[in-house]
């Protein structure tokens, strides 16, 4: 498929997660639920969205379409970087294979 610019492309929502947005909208203790999830955002500090925080700590704010206040930059390669060192810290500097960087090999003369 080729994205025409300009041209806006919907996201769509897999069988499963569908399955589980329509049981969560379903079920009795959803106000309840948004209501604990406000609070806990409240108490986050969080009020613009998308705010991006790891283990707590703030990483970037998305509003109004631009990327704000990221100080470990806003390509993707940025973000799985924090996302990796986040998880090393955590885990005895051990890193899934996504975030492991391969060997670069030296170059010889034929």
């Not at 947005?21 to 959803?30: E, Q, R, T, Y």
């Not at 406000?38 to 986050?44: C, E, G, K, P």
Request: hydrophobic share 35%; net charge positive.
């Amino acid at each position: 498929m080729r994205m025409v610019p300009g041209e806006k492309k919907e996201a769509k929502i897999p069988d499963v997660a569908a399955t589980k947005i329509m049981s969560c909208i379903a079920d009795p203790g959803k106000d309840e639920m948004l209501q604990k999830d406000l609070r806990n955002t409240a108490a986050l500090g969080v009020q613009k969205s998308c705010t991006i925080k790891v283990e707590g700590k703030y990483i970037c704010l998305r509003d109004g379409g631009q990327w704000k206040d990221c100080p470990g930059g806003t390509n993707p390669e940025d973000f799985k970087a924090i996302f990796c060192a986040a998880f090393a810290a955590k885990n005895n500097g051990r890193m899934p294979r996504v975030c492991q960087v391969p060997r670069k090999t030296p170059l010889t003369a034929p």
